[in-house]
């Protein structure tokens, strides 16, 4: 994996991981009814999810200066005149889309196992 895929991954993944954390602590304010806590996450997750989609879709029509990953390549001692290339930076967009697709789909997947979670402490539910 280049120096490009990581930092794209860097990015995503400190954005999932404080919508993660904020899932967490409603997960966790909601632990009274274990069906009603997983059905939260899962809603949550599944909104991560289409972000990530609609993120990944945009990709390629935004402006990547403005990216936290142009920025991470900029700190890291990328040349300017590699990331000033249109080419370069249809490469950027490219790994940036196709990134928050692989980040999306693992997303959408953990969204399934929560709601499959939450109907199986709804059945399981007393009374």
Do not use: K
């Amino acid at each position: 994996m280049d120096r490009l895929e990581v930092f794209t991954d860097m990015s995503i993944r400190r954005a999932c991981g404080f919508v993660g954390l904020a899932a967490a602590t409603v997960m966790i304010s909601l632990s009274f009814d274990p069906a009603l806590a997983f059905r939260t996450g899962a809603d949550i997750a599944a909104l991560l999810a289409a972000g990530l989609v609609f993120a990944a879709w945009r990709a390629p029509r935004r402006n990547i200066r403005h990216t936290e990953v142009y920025a991470m390549l900029r700190a890291a001692g990328v040349p300017p005149n590699w990331l000033s290339a249109e080419v370069n930076r249809a490469e950027i967009a490219r790994v940036l889309r196709a990134r928050l697709a692989w980040h999306a789909e693992r997303v959408a997947c953990l969204a399934l196992l929560l709601w499959a979670l939450a109907l199986l402490f709804w059945l399981v539910r007393p009374g």
